[in-house]
């Protein structure tokens, strides 16, 4: 019941309607007994000053930030966690005493959903990874911090690709190439990849038939992931399916990302497998509806 003791966890960002963010964690608060409430904010204003202050007076342990606000939050926190100022983006805020420090738990949420699903060695394995924008730059960086072999990046607009790589070469570690998003180029890398990410939101509901990249590249050996989780299975992984390769939906990074942030707020680990049900659930009745 939510009474004077009530914790808030917010959710800024804009727009919030799609977002199953407040569905999975009230789910874990329930589950865990915690007297929180997780509501979301929609601000399409960016300057986020007035809305700060305003939460740090009232009962907010914290608060996680989507687009537009994820870059522009930083300037207003006390304290960055290291990996979230490389990756430049801040998507979960813990506010102690006034005092707010920023995290970024997207590409923890990927690298987590890799390894419990698929029982992935990051350390071990060679990536490549469709997209340079704001996904895969979280991947890509929290990859490289956790010594990934090698990761290729591949993109439309080659330079965002060049430029990620470079960034991460210097800030990271040298372990990234970037490459044309061509057929050619691509199938030139793929023998020595593990695993392929797809950060593009190819595939992303309504144009759910869209591939980002040629199907005649996936081989059996690919572990084959992508962050988009509506629908659960893209084309793309039920490609990669019929050719026989492991395969991981976004629904899983989703899942740790948040389940990594509740964390952080409370202290306590995430009820992951509750949270994955009623969202699967929830996405599973959506989709037969359509
Ligand atoms: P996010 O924050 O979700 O990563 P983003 O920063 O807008 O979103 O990045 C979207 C990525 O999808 C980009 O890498 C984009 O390629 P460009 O840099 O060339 O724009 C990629 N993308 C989107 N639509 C695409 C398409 N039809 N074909 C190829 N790549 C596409």
Redesign the pocket.
């Known amino acids: 019941m939510v009474d004077v003791n009530t914790r808030l966890v917010g959710l800024l960002g804009y727009p919030l309607g799609h977002s199953l963010s407040p569905l999975m964690q009230n789910k874990a608060f329930e589950l865990t007994g915690l007297n929180c409430l997780y509501l979301p904010i929609e601000a399409e204003n960016k300057d986020y000053s007035e809305l700060l202050s305003g939460m740090k007076k009232m009962n907010f342990i914290g608060f996680n930030v989507t687009i537009p606000g994820k870059i522009e939050i930083i300037q207003h926190l006390d304290v960055i966690h290291p990996l979230a100022k490389k990756i430049g983006s801040v998507n979960t805020v813990l506010i102690e005493k006034g005092r707010m420090t920023g995290y970024n738990t997207d590409g923890e949420g990927f690298a987590s959903s890799l390894m419990i699903e698929t029982g992935c060695v990051v350390s071990d394995t060679s990536f490549m990874i469709l ?6 730059r979280a991947i890509a960086m929290t990859l490289a911090d956790k010594n990934a072999k090698r990761i290729v990046i591949a ?3 080659f330079i ?1 690709a060049k430029e990620l790589c470079d960034e991460i070469n210097n800030v990271i570690r040298d372990c990234c190439t970037p490459v044309e ?1 061509t057929t050619d180029a691509l199938a030139q890398h793929m023998n020595q990849i593990d695993v392929l990410v797809n ?4 595939g992303l509901h309504p144009r759910v038939e869209d591939m ?1 990249i040629d199907g005649a590249l996936l081989t059996k050996n690919l572990l084959v992931a992508d962050i988009v989780y509506n629908p659960i299975r893209t084309r793309l992984l039920r490609e990669a399916e019929n050719k026989g390769c492991l395969t991981l939906s976004g629904l899983g990074m989703f899942i740790n990302q948040g389940a990594e942030a509740f964390k952080i707020w409370t202290g306590i680990e995430a009820p992951v497998k509750e949270m994955r049900d009623i969202v699967g659930q929830f996405l599973h009745n959506k989709q037969n509806k359509i």
């Open positions: 997209g340079a924008g704001g996904a895969c993109n439309r607009t965002k998003l950060t593009t939101s190819i980002p």
